[in-house]
């Protein structure tokens, strides 16, 4: 068993960035700039935003955090958006998920302009990443695409089995692990809740990606000898021997499941270091302007011009 050592690629990744951020500054630009936006107290939202903040910082980006209080009203959510879109300082921003539940995500995802989505949600860049267009690539499938990249396994051919079917982990994951590309190339099932006996599929993976949020899921009997397994999840289960009164777990029973596998990210130290990856790198791009969305009219209908490609 080897480890996929999110600590490691993400350290390395982070001081890629660094040096060629310090080259763009010394070059006479203004530091890329990420804001980040916290609607309420979650305990898991908050600690993943103080991560994004820090990291900026770690890798001399510029960063903003706007938290609004649980009861802020949609227009207040609009209004902050808004203001966002329209400052020229911010280079990208997100709106971290999930939402309280009176305001609505969709419309939220849908009001941030494509070529701040620096979180890769909007349907423009969703739509762009399914026709393999220039576009920012949703920040935890982009980030395990780096992954897989830095220890150089081979998809092409491989039997991808990806376990959730949500927007911004299961679905673009499949997409990309299928798209023509590398990492890419591979055939790929999609297993959900509706799924029918899914250890039979998941007995199939060359490679398992578990998103589906349920702690420690994934056992021993359901995973191929040699089998390479990514696991996205991350679920705070009580725990009382440690400080805090929880731990983190993945969808993936790490101790039974490492011995039969190839490789294996761990929970924490995987996944979730790479996904700040993503960001940045969408980030910095967003700064650098390599994916210029301008909202145009032509005959008064609303289209999207995408000016140049990265
Ligand atoms: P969602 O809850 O949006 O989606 C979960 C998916 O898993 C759904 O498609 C659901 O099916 C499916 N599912 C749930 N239970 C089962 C089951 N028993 N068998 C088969 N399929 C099942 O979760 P997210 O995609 O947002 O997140 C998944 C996990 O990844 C969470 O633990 C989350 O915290 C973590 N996460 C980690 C990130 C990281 O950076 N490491 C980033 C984002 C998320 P259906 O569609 O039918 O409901």
């Known amino acids: ?11 390395h990744y982070k001081q890629k960035i660094k040096t060629e951020v310090a080259q763009w500054v010394a070059n006479g630009n203004k530091p890329p700039h990420l804001a980040a936006v916290i609607v309420g107290n979650d305990g898991a939202s908050e600690a993943y935003v103080a991560n994004k903040v820090k990291t900026c910082a770690a890798v001399g980006f510029n960063s ?6 649980a009861d802020t009203t949609q227009a207040h959510l609009n209004d902050t958006i808004d203001s966002l879109n329209d400052n020229k300082d ?8 999930p939402l309280p539940p009176h305001l609505d995500s969709i419309s939220v995802t849908e009001r941030i302009k494509p070529s701040k989505d620096v979180d ?13 267009q220039p576009c920012y690539l949703p920040a935890t499938p982009k980030g395990i695409l780096l992954l897989l990249e830095y220890y150089k396994i081979e998809t092409k051919g491989k039997h991808c089995v990806v376990i959730g079917r ?9 997409m990309l692990m299928s798209r ?11 297993c959900h809740s509706g799924t029918t006996n899914l250890k ?4 199939q993976a060359d490679i398992l990606i578990a998103a589906l949020g349920q702690a420690e899921f994934v056992k021993e009997d359901m995973v191929k000898h040699g089998a390479v397994v990514i696991d996205v999840g991350i679920t705070r289960v009580d725990d009382n021997t440690n400080a805090r009164g929880y731990r983190l777990a993945g969808d993936v029973a790490f101790n039974e499941v490492a011995p039969l596998s190839s490789y ?6 995987g996944v979730g270091l790479m996904t700040v990856v993503g960001l940045l790198l969408n980030t910095l791009a967003a700064a650098k302007k390599k994916c210029i969305i301008k909202r145009i009219k032509i005959n008064k209908i609303k289209l999207y011009d995408f000016k140049k490609n990265y």
């Open 1 to 11: 068993m080897n480890l996929l050592d999110g600590k490691l690629v993400s350290e």
């Open 264 to 269: 294996i990210t761990p929970v924490p130290g």
């Open 180 to 190: 023509k590309a590398n990492p890419g190339n591979a055939t790929v099932t999609i």
């Open 64 to 69: 903003t955090l706007i938290r609004l209080p």
């Open 200 to 203: 039979h599929f998941t007995l």
């Open 166 to 174: 949500s927007n911004i982990v299961g679905s673009p994951m499949t």
């Open 120 to 132: 890769g949600f909007h349907p423009i860049n969703m739509g762009r990443m399914m026709l393999s």
């Open 90 to 97: 911010i280079d990208g921003f997100i709106v971290q998920m």
